[in-house]
């Protein structure tokens, strides 16, 4: 049952938040409260134990403080910066931060680029009746949510807890 939940609740909450901030330009702080909350339950049943959860917690501590610094000079939103850190207690102080963090960096760019081009392209767009979500053309910021959600999907399977599953279920 453990390793279900997993399984699950972290893809369920990233993809929540992908779409959230894809469609409202908001991510919801349930999503970020669930993710924190389920890791501090899940952990110790999935066999982590209390210096493994404390790197966890590390982990989460030193990317909020970044992204604490990136909100204050306006460089990134709030609800980014929950998610990432509520994300980033999910991968711990190891490589799989580090993998995590390089495809939240590489697709976020790749994201930002594709919003500016769409932007760029909104009367076409809009004349051609493509449907693209409306605030995606008219809000200021880029719904970096979705590259936290992909860059989330893509290293899951290196995180700790994916690992401790996968050993475990077999």
Request: proline share 5%; hydrophobic share 60%; net charge positive.
């Amino acid at each position: 049952m453990i390793y279900a939940v997993i399984l699950i609740v972290f893809p369920f909450c990233l993809a929540l938040a992908a779409f959230s901030d894809l469609f409202t330009m908001t991510i919801p702080n349930r999503v970020s409260a669930v993710l924190l909350a389920s890791f501090l339950l899940v952990a110790p049943l999935a066999g982590l134990d209390l210096a493994q959860i404390g790197l966890h917690v590390a982990a989460a501590v030193v990317v909020f403080a970044v992204c604490f610094c990136l909100f204050a000079a306006h460089l990134m939103g709030g609800g980014d910066a929950k998610l990432l850190t509520a994300s980033a207690i999910w991968f711990g102080l190891n490589t799989s931060l580090a993998t995590f963090l390089l495809y939240v960096s590489v697709l976020g760019g790749l994201l930002t680029l594709v919003v500016l081009l769409l932007r760029s392209q909104e009367n076409v767009i809009l004349a051609a009746r493509i449907p693209v979500p409306r605030l995606l053309l008219t809000a200021k910021k880029i719904p970096y949510g979705i590259a936290i959600a992909l860059g989330g999907f893509a290293a899951y399977p290196s995180s700790p807890l994916m690992q401790a599953a996968f050993r475990n279920s077999f």
